[in-house]
C-alpha cells in the first residue's frame, strides 16, 4: 500500500480537478469527435448517397478519370492526386491545388460511375472532415486551434497523471467497484473512476501523441533558436519531406498508364493495397509518380513506392523496416492516435474509448459541481451556476451541432452549391444555440431540455435517410450496405441514449437533493419542462 502525506494528497488533488476542469470541455470536444472520425470513409459513404451503390473498383476507371483531369485542367498536372476506389475511399476522386486570382484553390473531380466517366462532380459533402477538424481544431482558425488543442494535451496529461497518483493506493478497489443504487452521486464517481482506471494506458497514449502531433513544429522551432542558432531549419525542411526535389526539365515525355504505375508498385512491395497515386509534373520527362498504401500486417503499414512516371524505374521505397526515422516516428504517433495498426475491430474499441472518454470529462466536471454544493442552502454560489450552465451546453452543442450538420447533409437538395458551408452553419447553429440556451436557462433545465434535442436530432437521422434515399435498416441489411446500416444503427442507439439521460436529469431535479444547482427551484412537477 502507498501511503501519501495529506498535503501531498491535497496538491494532487487540486492539480487533477483544475487541469481537468480547464482542459475538460475541450477535451470531450476532440473525444466525441474523434470517436466518429475513426469511421471517417464509412460516414463519407452515409453522408453522399450517391456513393452507396458504386460499382466495382477497375483500372480503366481511374486512366479515365486522369485523362480527363489533365486535358480539362492543365494546371493539375504540377502536383495531382489521385484517390483509388477502394476499402478507404467509395469512388475515385481527383483532387488539386491551383492558383486563381493569386490565391491557392483547391479543387477536386470525381467519377460518378465505375462504368464510365459522365462529367464533373464536386464532393457533395464535407461532413466527415467537418467532424475530424473539430477532433483537432475544436471548430477554430485551423492554426490557432491546432496549437491551442496541443496545449490542452499537456494540460491532461497533467491531469492523468496526478489522478493516478491520488487513486494509486486504492487503484484495484476503485478498478472493481461500482456501486448501483440510489445515491447518483457515489454511481458517477464510481463509474468515473472505473472508466478512468481502465482506459488510462489509451488515455496516456493520447495525450502524449495528441502533443506532438499538434505542437511539435513549436518544440522544433525552440530547440532552432535554443540549441542549433537558427540554423536547423534547413535540414529540418530536408528530413520532413515527403517527396522527392527534382528540377522541370521542361521536356514532354509519354507516361505510363496507371495499370503499369500500380503494377510497378505492388512489384517492389508485394500485397500492397494501394490507395492513392500522386503525380508531380505530370507529362514532363522529369515527373514523379508517387503510389501510396497500405502493407497488410506492419504495425506502421504505411507504404510509399517513388518512381519515374515515364520509365517506371524505383527511385525510392519507404515501407516497413525501410523508413528515414522521422517518418519511421511519426508513422509509429498516427498508427497509435488513429489506431491504424488493426482492423475493424480495434476502429470498435477506439470508438467505444473514445465515448468512454467523452463521458470521463462530462462527469469530472459534474462531480467537481456536486462534490462543492453547499448542503444547506437552496441557491448555490454564482460560480457553480455559471460552470453547470458551460457544462450543459459545451458538451450537449457539440453533439447537437454534429447531429444537425449531418441532418442538413441528407436533407439539403442536390442543386443547392457548397453543402459543406451549409453543414458549417448548421453546426456552429446547433453549438452556439445550445450554449447560448444553457445560459438562459437554469441548469437542469438547459440539461433535460438539450439530451431531449440530442435524442430528437439522433433518431431524426436514420428516419430522414430512409424517406429520403428509401434506405432503412431492413433495406441496408439486406443489400450490405454497412457503413449505411451501422451509421443509422448507432445514431438511432445513441439517440435513445440521450433520451434515457434526459429521463434520468428528469428523476433527479424531481426526486433528488433539493440543494443543488442539478435540482429545480422549487418542487414543481418536471412536467412543466
Not at 164 to 177: E, W
Not at 228 to 237: I, L, V
Not at 260 to 275: E, F, I, K, M
Not at 453 to 473: E, K, R, Y
Request: glycine share 10%; hydrophobic share 50%; proline share 5%.
Amino acid at each position: 500500500m502507498i501511503a501519501l502525506g495529506s498535503k501531498t494528497l491535497k496538491l494532487y488533488t487540486l492539480v487533477h480537478t483544475w487541469s481537468g476542469l480547464l482542459a475538460g470541455f475541450a477535451l470531450f470536444i476532440a473525444f466525441y469527435a474523434g470517436a466518429i472520425t475513426m469511421f471517417h470513409d464509412e460516414l463519407q459513404q452515409w453522408a453522399d448517397p450517391g456513393l452507396r451503390h458504386v460499382g466495382a473498383a477497375s483500372v480503366e476507371q481511374a486512366q479515365q478519370l486522369l485523362d480527363d483531369v489533365v486535358t480539362r485542367y492543365p494546371a493539375s498536372r504540377g502536383n495531382l492526386t489521385l484517390m483509388l476506389q477502394g476499402e478507404e475511399t467509395a469512388r475515385s476522386y481527383a483532387w488539386w491545388f491551383e492558383t486563381v486570382d493569386g490565391r491557392s484553390s483547391f479543387r477536386n473531380l470525381t467519377a460518378p460511375g465505375a462504368a464510365s466517366f459522365d462529367g464533373e462532380h464536386q464532393a457533395r459533402t464535407g461532413l466527415p472532415d467537418l467532424i475530424y477538424r473539430l477532433h483537432y481544431t475544436l471548430g477554430l482558425p485551423a492554426t490557432f486551434g491546432l496549437y491551442l488543442m496541443g496545449f490542452i494535451c499537456v494540460i491532461y496529461g497533467l491531469a492523468l497523471i496526478s489522478g493516478l497518483i491520488i487513486h494509486l493506493p486504492q487503484l484495484f478497489g476503485d478498478l472493481f467497484s461500482l456501486r448501483i443504487g440510489k445515491n447518483l452521486k457515489r454511481l458517477w464517481q464510481d463509474a468515473h473512476n472505473v472508466i478512468g482506471v481502465l482506459s488510462l494506458p489509451f488515455h496516456l497514449m493520447y495525450a502524449f501523441t495528441g502533443a506532438l502531433l499538434c505542437i511539435a513544429l513549436l518544440f522544433f522551432a525552440a530547440f532552432n533558436f535554443l540549441v542549433f542558432d537558427g540554423k536547423g531549419e534547413a535540414a529540418m525542411r530536408r528530413v520532413t519531406a515527403f517527396s522527392i526535389p527534382r528540377e522541370s526539365a521542361n521536356q514532354p515525355a509519354t507516361m505510363l498508364p496507371v495499370s503499369a504505375l500500380l503494377a510497378r508498385a505492388d512489384a517492389a512491395v508485394p500485397g500492397l493495397q494501394a490507395t492513392r497515386l500522386r503525380l508531380e509534373r505530370y507529362g514532363d520527362s522529369s515527373a514523379l509518380a508517387i503510389v501510396q498504401g497500405r502493407a497488410p500486417g506492419a504495425f506502421i503499414a504505411d507504404v510509399m513506392v517513388f518512381m519515374d512516371a515515364g520509365s517506371g524505374r524505383i527511385v525510392k521505397l519507404r515501407k516497413p523496416g525501410e523508413r528515414e526515422p522521422y517518418w519511421a516516428a511519426e508513422g509509429g504517433l498516427t498508427a497509435f492516435h488513429y489506431g491504424q495498426y488493426g482492423g475493424a475491430v480495434l476502429k470498435f474499441v477506439y470508438f467505444g474509448l473514445g465515448l468512454a472518454g467523452s463521458f470521463l470529462f462530462y462527469s469530472g466536471n459534474l462531480l467537481w459541481l456536486e462534490s462543492r454544493r453547499k448542503r444547506r442552502q437552496p441557491q448555490q454560489p454564482r460560480h457553480h451556476r455559471v460552470l453547470a450552465r458551460f457544462a450543459v451546453g459545451l458538451p450537449l452543442g457539440c453533439v447537437l451541432g454534429i447531429a444537425l450538420a449531418a441532418v442538413v447533409t441528407l436533407s439539403l437538395p442536390e442543386s443547392l452549391a457548397d453543402h459543406v458551408s451549409w453543414e458549417w452553419r448548421a453546426y456552429y447553429a446547433g453549438f452556439f444555440g445550445a450554449l447560448l440556451w444553457a445560459l438562459a436557462r437554469p441548469p437542469i433545465r438547459a440539461a433535460i431540455e438539450l439530451l431531449w434535442a440530442c435524442a430528437i436530432a439522433m433518431i431524426a437521422l436514420p428516419v430522414i435517410d430512409a424517406l429520403i434515399t428509401g434506405d432503412h435498416l431492413l433495406r441496408s441489411a439486406l443489400q450490405r450496405q454497412w457503413p449505411v446500416f451501422g451509421t443509422d444503427l448507432v445514431a438511432l442507439l445513441m439517440g435513445l441514449g440521450f433520451a434515457a439521460m434526459a429521463r434520468a436529469a428528469q428523476r433527479r431535479a424531481r426526486d433528488g437533493e433539493p440543494n443543488s444547482v442539478w435540482a429545480l427551484p422549487t418542487k414543481t412537477a418536471i412536467t412543466e419542462l
